[in-house]
């Protein structure tokens, strides 16, 4: 299997678990993976944060880790990426703000590369434009957003992943088995064990 490039927009306050997991578990398959942030350079640091969910109307918020940057932003050609990975939390939020990020995330649509969103990424591709037509899955708070985009909103169990063509979506970091093995379906990796 010939390892895949993968990029990674993430930015300060995005979910630890959504960038940390699916980053480690593709690198351990033989992946590249360029973790990105705009006004960032490789090197850099965005701060996490950690989302649990204890029983409340919404998920508690805790400090995370400091993810380092291994690439540009500023420096990356989309076009020689295979796919994209969007991780949620606050970070999408701010993230779709930046017209090179959508533009970035319009990409890989248009090209029909293969996209992983989770939780709060399905707000960069309402903001992209892109689920016009399409099902995606998110974090509840953000059924607006995929409706609004024009998407159908899968409402689905909290540990599952839903995938319709390019995108593989899955509503938070409980659905990582699900939404990880999904995701190197559409990037063509079996795995034996």
């Not at 300060?12 to 593709?26: C, K, S, T």
Request: aromatic letters at 8%; glycine letters at 10%; proline letters at 7%.
């Amino acid at each position: 299997m010939a390892g895949k490039r993968i990029l990674m927009i993430v930015g300060d306050f995005g979910e630890d678990y959504e960038i940390m997991v699916p980053y480690q578990a593709l690198l351990a398959v033989g992946h590249t993976v360029h973790g990105v942030c705009p006004g960032k350079k490789a090197g850099d640091k965005v701060a996490t944060a950690i989302h649990d969910f204890e029983g409340h109307q919404t998920y508690t918020e805790k400090p995370g880790h400091l993810f380092a940057l291994n690439a540009t932003f500023a420096e990356v050609d989309v076009s020689s990426y295979d796919a994209l990975l969007v991780p949620g939390g606050r970070a999408p939020e701010y993230l779709r703000l930046y017209p090179e990020v959508i533009a970035a995330v319009r990409h890989f649509f248009d090209a029909g590369k293969p996209v992983a969103a989770i939780c709060h990424g399905a707000q960069m591709l309402a903001a992209a434009g892109v689920l016009k037509g399409r099902t995606c899955s998110a974090y509840p708070a953000c059924r607006p957003e995929v409706e609004l985009g024009g998407g159908t909103y899968a409402d689905i169990p909290v540990d599952a992943a839903v995938t319709e063509g390019n995108l593989v979506s899955a509503p938070a970091w409980p659905a990582h088995p699900a939404f990880v093995s999904q995701f190197l379906t559409l990037l063509g990796t079996s795995i034996s064990l």
